[in-house]
């Protein structure tokens, strides 16, 4: 399961000048429902805070019944949004992408919340999760739609180069990309000829397949999305996979959780 957890952290929510408000339990409480529901094997988050906020997160999900004893968290300087892994699998390996740089008309900008890249090993096969969070959809004098294109243009370079050295290696791309499928930063990793990625069409019961609701604007959109190679889509179960639909995700985040079961084994 991939979910933006709409900032698990301390932020200023009551307007004093301090970010010293944690996410309140009235949306902690369904976030955890609606996961303890799921009961994934493994969960790939964003909008986490310092590692504190997973732990947190993870003792929470303890003592609803659900235990992941591995876990993984990546937090750079560059952004006080993070991003957390959670599996009941080991993590076998771990190469965290921070240090990222692009330019735009002759300003250097860093891929703010870097790429969380681990190994995991199930049932004697080992595969790859890369957790994505791409430039929020706000603005930024330097244009956010091209500073999501560079973002995922990286992405796509790490992605080539592990192909390269672990050829056929099961490898799962997901996360939050603030963006459309049709959008110019999806182009740089979907349908390219020298990058075999294809994304997962997730729905949910009725057929949706939308993932975040965007108050400012009062509309839904698909902006969170499984990417597969080609060794991760032969493992894919497609009639079990998809976008959770439940009421209580309207009180936990404004995004909908995405998933995706796999065969482990051969």
Not at 25 to 47: G, H, M, Y
Not at 49 to 78: C, E, F, K, Q, V
Not at 216 to 236: C, F, H, S
Request: overall charge negative.
């Amino acid at each position: 399961m991939s979910y933006n957890l709409r900032m698990y952290r301390n932020i200023d929510r009551d307007n004093d000048g301090q970010e010293d408000d944690f996410k309140p339990d009235t949306e902690i409480n369904p976030l955890i429902e609606v996961i303890r529901r799921a009961n994934p094997d493994i969960l790939v988050l964003q909008e986490l805070g310092d590692a504190s906020t997973l732990t947190d997160l993870r003792n929470r999900l303890r003592a609803a019944g659900l235990d992941y004893p591995h876990y993984n968290h990546l937090d750079i300087a560059a952004s006080y949004v993070t991003l957390g892994l959670l599996s009941r699998y080991p993590i076998t390996g771990s190469e965290p992408l921070t240090n990222l740089f692009y330019s735009i008309q002759g300003r250097t900008f860093p891929v703010l919340r870097g790429f969380q890249q681990v190994d995991i090993e199930a049932g004697g096969a080992t595969f790859r999760i890369v957790n994505v969070h791409l430039k929020a959809k706000t603005f930024h004098e330097a244009g956010q739609t091209e500073m999501r294109r560079n973002e995922a243009r990286l992405l796509a370079t790490q992605l080539r180069r592990l192909e390269r050295e672990h050829p056929g290696k099961p490898t799962l791309v997901c996360g939050d990309f603030n963006d459309a499928y049709s959008s110019a930063a999806m182009r740089e990793l979907i349908a390219q000829d020298n990058l075999a990625l294809a994304d997962l069409p997730l729905a949910d019961p009725q057929g949706d397949r939308w993932t975040h609701y965007y108050q400012r604007e009062d509309g839904y959109a698909r902006i969170d999305y499984m990417l597969v190679n080609p060794a991760m889509q032969a493992r894919w179960i497609e009639g079990k996979s998809g976008v959770i639909r439940d009421s209580l995700t309207y009180r936990a985040s404004d995004h909908r959780p995405i998933f995706a079961v796999f065969q482990i084994k051969d």
